[in-house]
Each structure stands twice: as C-alpha cells, then as structure tokens.
C-alpha cells in the first residue's frame, strides 16, 4: 500500500476573511510536500487549476521546485490538463523535474474536469475529446522516441523532431479522467498497463 496527497494550492482564509495571497498559497504548498516527504508519505500530486481560489496553473513546475526540495518522496501531476497544453512542452518540462528530482516524477494527465484552461488558452470546449485524444497520441509519442513524426488537426505536425532532455527509460505515465459522469467514465491507469481503448 502507498499513501499520498495531492493539491491545488487552495488559498487559505485569513482571520479578516479574505484570501491569503497566491504566493503564499505556493509557499504553504510547498512546504506541505517536504513536510510529507519528512514524515515518509509515499506520493505528492499538485492539481491543475485557475481559479482564484486554487492558484496552481503550472503543476509541473510545481515538481521540479518539489525535486529540489525533498529527498524521496514520488512526485506528479494530479493532474495536468493536456487539453490545452502543449505535449512537447509538458514532456520536456517534466522530463527537467525528474532530472533535479532524481527521477522521482510521474505525470497523471487528464481532460480536465472544469474548463477554466479552455477560454484562457483559446480552445473551444465543444473540441474537449479530439484535443485530449491528439495530445495524449502525441505525448506517448515523445515519451518513448527521442526523434518524432507526428500529424494531427490540434497543433502543427513533427517530422523527426528531436526532444530532449529525455527521461531513461521513459516517464512514467498514467490518465486521470472523471469529473463529469455524462462524458467519461472514471478511470486511472498507467498507460503501458491500460487495456486496450481506455
């Protein structure tokens, strides 16, 4: 058994009532992750949101400041939406923060279960399933080939494009998907073990 937490960064109420500031909400967070690496949890995920409220927009940024700060601990996204990002990019960015970490980072994608990213980086929601399905093909892609080919409808195509720095043996990988019953069924799986159409 493995036990861990995760975080959006929630903003805590001051004695005033109003919010405590974004940069200390990042602060608490992050000396959250080394108190849990302290006491021996096995895992710290950081939630993707842009809300006032939850302020952690950049999770996996979040991971590389955790690396640097705890000895142990396994580190993810929990998740980050790759929907509306850019899988090279996301790739690449987690691909550092194993390194500073020692290889102690996962990546836990997803749809998205608000929109808030949608508008904000000009996606139509009505694309929600191709975006996800394209950039999920593609992340998978980078992940295993240092050189990639790549074609889609949802960003600009790859001929044998190099990407690095690149994780030994790979990223490990897993799909974060609920929020909306209606859509999509909850599911979490490391995709290498994931059956077939999940």
Not at 57 to 79: E, F, K
Not at 84 to 90: G, I, S, Y
Not at 174 to 196: F, H, I, K
Request: proline residues 5%; aromatic residues 8%; charged residues 20%.
């Amino acid at each position: 058994m493995e036990i861990g937490v995760y975080s959006f960064g929630h903003r805590a109420r001051q004695p005033d009532g109003s919010l405590a500031s974004t940069s200390q909400s990042i602060t608490d967070l992050m000396e959250g992750v080394r108190l849990a690496d302290e006491v021996g949890l096995d895992f710290f995920g950081f939630g993707e949101h842009h809300t006032r409220s939850m302020p952690v927009s950049a999770p996996v940024t979040l991971l590389a400041a955790a690396g640097a700060a705890t000895s142990q601990i396994r580190l993810g996204s929990a998740v980050s939406v790759l929907g509306t990002d850019d899988p090279v990019r996301v790739y690449q960015q987690a691909a550092t923060a194993s390194a500073v970490s020692g290889g102690r980072v996962d990546l836990t994608v997803g749809r998205g279960s608000s929109i808030d990213s949608f508008p904000l980086f000009g996606y139509d929601v009505a694309d929600y399933d191709r975006l996800f399905a394209e950039k999920l093909d593609l992340l998978l892609a980078v992940n295993a080939n240092e050189r990639v080919t790549w074609s889609g409808t949802t960003r600009p195509s790859l001929e044998d494009a190099l990407v690095v720095p690149r994780v030994d043996g790979g990223l490990k990988i897993w799909l974060g998907t609920g929020g909306n019953p209606g859509r999509v069924s909850a599911q979490a799986c490391w995709v290498s073990r994931c059956p077939s159409g999940s």
